[in-house]
């Protein structure tokens, strides 16, 4: 947003590149005024990777790879939306089961994703032993996807036609004993975000973003459904084995930090809820259908990550190299909307507000 | 706050949540990926690996008189395509996850194989004995090939034992699609 006219009692203060919310780079240029900030500039490319450029040099299951490591808590969303987007160009059919396999995945990662946010958000509100015991909790899922997939971040479980492996009976036992584990200590968890007075002196009424402004900015995921605006590619346009199961996209209309607590408190219990339907439900067969054939083509793909939409774009031609990848990531959207909830905010907000967001800065930059 | 008093007084009973490694042991799951194996008996040579291996960590050099395999495991980077790729099932993960190790020694992490060529039972020619099972698997539906005899037999011996000795032509779909592919 423009900066106003300074006043000889306005300032500005640098914020940032290193560990802004979490430890990724960002800058901003803040005007304040006391210590309430006016207007706020924003400065990235730190961590720009030339991501698109690469993804044109390498063949279409190499990128696989790539895109998973366009951002860690959100990697499968990623290799996920690659792989629907390569089968959406090329018209290769999915088997069943791996419609539901990646369905089970996506909610595991979108678990583990927003409790991150939220560990790190007690963590800026200084209450250091809630963020550890969120942490802890958070430990239970990082535990499943290292048990299920074999790696804690990374699940390398897409590939181009399905899955790259199959998960067994083992599994599906681990996946139920931990979540029976976690939904008691959840639930406490739940109740202390929701009511504990140190939070909510911290996070009521702050970082607000109207609806209207919401609706401006074309924001996506929980900042979106934090300012009331019930919009999700789940529901919207199902995928994978979205429509197949029945869960609730959470509004809430309090356009503060403490709404998009809220959702995000709330999505994880919706998200076992598809857990539990996948698990019930997942039928037999094969998971993996073969790629016979690259031909000239074009396509998008879009899916639902833990911070919002994402969006694929890719035009192949006749090599297995793509001619050109494109991918449109949550945070890019939801960034210009923090110009809106800084204005009028406490410094000592900033990085708290910075964090509601979820920004995930290699993403956006990749 | 009284909730998470009682959080608080749980943790003090239940004492630290983290594993005491290096010390003790720590939670090692079944499926973990720790570094990627080559079976030399079932490697074929084809390269499939190398083609999508997105680190580049996989090397294949070839002479007349075989080929050596070479994964780098330090540019490894688990993603586990060559494993879901390799049409031999030769590639798979072993859950050894402990990659510790001095500078001076990151060259030497590598799994590398020789792998030589068998002369043909029938004309001689240098080429790969295929894997027993994998012989068996792929003459599953024809009962009159000795899968011990044909995997001894290079491609064009193969073909004339098939022709010869079949009494049943099985001609699949893919086989012609995959002649035609190889000729351009």
Redesign the interface.
Known sequence: MPAPKHSPATFNIPLGPVHVALEEPVYFDLQVDGEIIRGATLHSGHVHRGMENLAQHRNLIMNQTLTERVCSLCSNSHAFTYAMVVENALGIGVPERAHYLRTLTEEIKRVASHLFNLAIQAHLCGFESLFMHTMELREIFQDVKESLYGNRMNLAFNCIGGTKFDLDDECFGFLDESINKFMPAYKELMDIFETDPLICARIKGVGLLPKEDAVRLGVVGPVARGSGLAIDVRKETPYAAYGKVDFDVVVRDGCDLYARTCVRLHEVIESIRIIRQVMRDIPQGEVRTHMNKIFPAQAIARSEAPRGEVIYYIRTNHTEIPERLKWRVPSYMNWEALGVMLRDAKIADAALITNTIDPCVSCTER | ?A??L???LQ?LISGP?TDPFPFGET?T?????GRIVVDPGRCLGCGMCR?????GAIHLQKDSKGWTITIWQDSC?????C???CPMNAMS?DPDWHSAHAEEDKFKRIEQHTISYEPCARCGTPMRVMALDKARELYADDADVDPEEIRHLCRSCRQMSDAENSTVCVLRSDINTAQQEGRD
């Open positions: 706050m909730s998470f009682n959080v608080l943790n949540a939670f799951p079944k499926r973990i990926r083609h999508v291996c997105a680190a980077c688990l993603c586990r395509s494993v879901t790729y993960i």
